[in-house]
């Protein structure tokens, strides 16, 4: 049985030690005692101040827990500071020094106490600080704000006990003549107020003469604002947050449909070009939260919230929303609709077109055709497939499973709903290869196939048929899961293309973003890809795990190694339980020389291959397109170094200097035998067919005349080339291309001069001349 009172969650964890206390209780106990709870009331109530929360002051220690990294460091930084200037009045030797760590990581809250390497890892850190000093972590380095005026000097890494990866340590100081920024919170004890009053005097004294001395009243100040880890400045368009609608209707199941709502609204204002639209897992942040709406604007980094409630009754529905000035907190508007639920789409068009003309926004022609984004009129359909995504969002196997019959049910109701086709499209893209969605997604195949593999690759074809029909009537969801898919087959270009149209479509919508990054960093143009991390972190500066990845994997392709593995330690502490992000630590780490360390994350990163067999490094490289052979080798390699497994083949590259052109295939196909096979590891059902699985022989047209082993293309079908792509009739994935390239290390033997890549699999073959 589960406790109910244990929690876990990543938090920022502050652990502050007393040096020596021992010698210091040995000359008098009780003014030892005393002075150690001085101090860390004084030091509580910095905490409190700064917005964290103390949890545990246990003798000669204290554990406290913020939301912020830079809460965290000001308030340490700012009460050694008082506390080096408290000990001065004390004439004897009995004077309580603090020593302070700080880590990001995971905590469990139970039964009053906070555990969890979150708070071993602070605690470690803090052994490493010097007298009064202050330590972090590079996950807290990595996030603190660029402008705050702190020295972090870098101690290197770090053995610590308990841990079996070293840790990267820095050094934090103020900087001379610099002030700790002041917090943001009220005030609640009166000593404090009495410690801070001539440091106030002193900064507004400093404020009024630089005012004097740079004022130009004719000129605007531009306002900025930061969110955890970066500085934004307020866009030159007009940028906006909507926050989660609170549900007060007396039917709580009707969560989805507030949440819903807000997911709607978000997804409409996003496609205006000329407006910075917060994405939604940022946002849903605050949902439940009581935050002050000017706290989120600074945090986000938008001027604009709009923030509402949503009752609905029978057939009914009542609408309240207020669009707020974030700078000032005051309303721009509030408005109440109260309306049919048939007109659930003309009421979401009204509140965005409301704000448009609130914030004059000049719409582009399209967008002054397009009302609301939901690819569908039909309301049942639409409710349908609301009650999916909320189980999207939960972001589990299980609730993946779940989220299915609501979207069959909402194609059912309307077959040209293509928001419904992506939606199932990316379930299955993202879940195809996780083991539990798959034996639980049909589970009645009989005893004959292995329930687990059989199933992704029926799931995969679902993808495939899911994503044809969102395209459709494409959105910035169908044009990702493409450029996805194409990439995975080697079609370079047309995978940027579909990257490019996803973020033309979705100006707002970070994971286009980062579609169109990761598609810069495998063509090598790791520079670009940066400089759109900060536009995706921008949009969702609350969920940056993916952007962290990215970064590190840009930093890794330019051979920024140290940054890499710091960044890509920073995204796995925002997303721990994303493994796929330690595959290019590993590769980092094995390029440094710490070949342990590099074999301790390659089997991290493998420990989710829970599909297939062990991998080894050919089906390893298929899921990392890099074009460049270069980039390929270097990448495998790294892999080998930190452990991979050596096919007797070694693996097959696939650079783009080595692609076919349309003459050429046709040429090499046409009166010929293809003979090859499936030469990745996905041997679906747990059997595998050979070298000659794939044997098709076509005439001088093309035409397929006959196949032997598997019977992968339809009879009698006509085999065509087109934009340098063979496309043939394949039996389970319809009308399907794939782009040809030569293997420089293949033979007519091994049958692997030409490859071919479908999105499941890298397939091997030669020609033979037609008997």
């Not at 150690?36 to 220690?61: C, K, L, M, P």
């Not at 602070?122 to 330590?135: D, F, I, K, M, Y």
């Not at 309307?414 to 589970?443: G, K, R």
């Not at 460049?628 to 696939?654: C, D, H, M, Q």
Request: proline share 4%; charged share 25%; with cysteine.
């Amino acid at each position: 049985m589960v406790d109910q009172d244990v929690s876990r969650k990543l938090a920022v964890i502050v652990h502050a030690d007393v040096v020596d206390s021992t010698a210091l209780v040995q000359r008098s106990e009780t003014i030892a005692h005393n002075r150690i709870t001085e101090a860390f009331q004084r030091f509580s109530a910095i905490i409190r101040e700064y917005g964290g929360s103390v949890h545990e002051i246990r003798g000669d220690a204290l554990v406290a827990e913020f939301e912020r990294t830079s809460d965290a460091v000001s308030a340490a930084l700012n009460f050694q500071q008082i506390n080096t200037e408290s000990l001065k009045q004390f004439d004897d030797e009995i004077r309580p020094t603090i020593r302070i760590g700080a880590s990001l990581g995971e905590v469990v809250f139970a039964d009053g106490t906070v555990t969890g390497a979150g708070v071993i890892l602070a605690q470690r850190v803090e052994q490493l600080a010097e007298p009064g000093g202050l330590c972090i972590t590079a996950a807290i380095h990595e996030a603190l704000p660029k402008h705050l005026p702190f020295h972090q000097a870098n101690l290197g890494e770090q053995q610590l006990q308990g841990f079996d990866e070293p840790i990267r340590v820095y050094r934090v100081e103020l900087k001379p003549g610099e002030s700790i920024p002041l917090p943001e919170y009220i005030e609640t004890d009166s000593s404090l107020k009495s410690l801070r009053l001539i440091a106030a005097v002193a900064i507004a004294l400093v404020i009024t003469l630089g005012l004097l001395f740079w004022f130009q009243p004719w000129e605007v100040d531009k306002e900025t604002t930061s969110a955890e880890g970066v500085e934004f400045s307020l866009p030159d368009k007009p940028s906006i947050a909507v926050l989660p609608f609170t549900n007060i209707s007396d039917d709580p199941q009707q969560e989805y449909f507030a949440d819903g709502m807000t997911d709607d609204l978000i997804t409409d204002l996003s496609n205006i070009s000329g407006l910075l639209v917060i994405a939604r897992n940022s946002v849903f942040v605050y949902k439940d939260t009581p935050t002050p709406v000017q706290q989120i604007a600074r945090e986000l980094g938008v001027r604009y919230l709009l923030e509402g409630s949503m009752r609905r009754a029978g057939d009914r529905l009542r609408i309240n929303a207020q669009l707020i000035d974030g700078t000032t907190g005051g309303h721009l508007w509030a408005e109440r609709y109260d309306e049919s639920l048939d007109d659930i789409f003309a009421l979401q068009d009204k509140v965005t077109r409301r704000i448009v003309t609130t914030l004059k926004i000049q719409l582009t022609p399209q967008e002054q055709a397009v009302t609301t984004g939901h690819n569908t009129d039909n309301v049942a359909a639409h409710d349908a497939f609301l009650q999916g995504w909320t189980h999207v969002q939960r972001r589990t196997p299980e609730d993946a499973v779940k989220a299915i019959p609501f979207f069959n049910e909402a194609i059912e109701l309307d077959p040209n709903y293509s928001d419904a086709q992506a939606a199932l499209a990316q379930i299955y893209w993202d879940y195809s290869n996780d083991e539990n969605f798959n034996t639980a997604v049909d589970p009645g195949l009989g005893a004959s196939f292995p329930t687990s593999g059989y199933n992704a690759y029926l799931n995969a074809l679902k993808f495939l048929r899911n994503l044809q029909e969102a395209r459709a009537n494409p959105s910035p969801q169908a044009h990702m899961l493409a450029a996805h898919m194409l990439q995975r087959q080697r079609r370079f270009e047309e995978a940027m293309q579909e990257a490019k149209q996803a973020v033309a479509l979705g100006p707002n919508n970070p994971m286009a973003y980062d579609a169109l990054i990761e598609n810069l960093i495998y063509a090598g143009e790791a520079e670009e890809a940066l400089t759109l991390i900060d536009e995706s972190i921008r949009l969702d500066p609350n969920v940056p795990g993916e952007k962290l990845f990215l970064r590190g994997m840009a930093y890794y392709t330019l051979g920024r190694l140290e940054d890499a593995v710091s960044s890509i330690d920073a995204a796995r502490i925002h997303n721990p339980k994303q493994t796929r992000y330690a595959a290019i630590k590993a590769a980092a780490l094995a390029e440094l020389g710490q070949s342990r360390e590099a074999e301790v994350a390659l089997t991290e990163y493998l420990s989710s291959w829970t599909t297939y067999e062990e991998p080894e490094l050919n089906w390893t490289m298929y899921y990392w397109p890099f074009q460049s052979g270069e980039a390929l080798e270097r990448l495998a390699n790294n892999f080998i170094t930190a452990g991979l497994p050596i096919p007797v083949k070694r693996y097959y590259l696939a650079a783009s200097q080595d692609r076919l052109t349309g003459d050429e295939i046709e040429s090499l196909l046409s009166n010929k035998t293809m003979k090859g096979g499936n030469r990745g590891y996905y041997t679906v059902g747990g059997f595998f067919y050979g070298d000659d699985e794939l044997e098709v022989i076509r005439d001088e047209e093309l035409k397929i005349l006959s196949q032997s082993a598997i019977k992968y293309f339809e009879k009698g079908g006509q085999s065509r080339v087109e934009n340098d792509l063979l496309c043939d009739p394949w039996n389970d994935l319809g009308d399907y291309c794939v782009a040809i390239y030569r293997n420089p290390d293949g033979t007519q033997e091994a049958k692997n001069e030409y490859l071919f890549f479908t999105f499941m699999s890298t397939y091997s073959f030669s020609v033979f001349d037609s008997n």
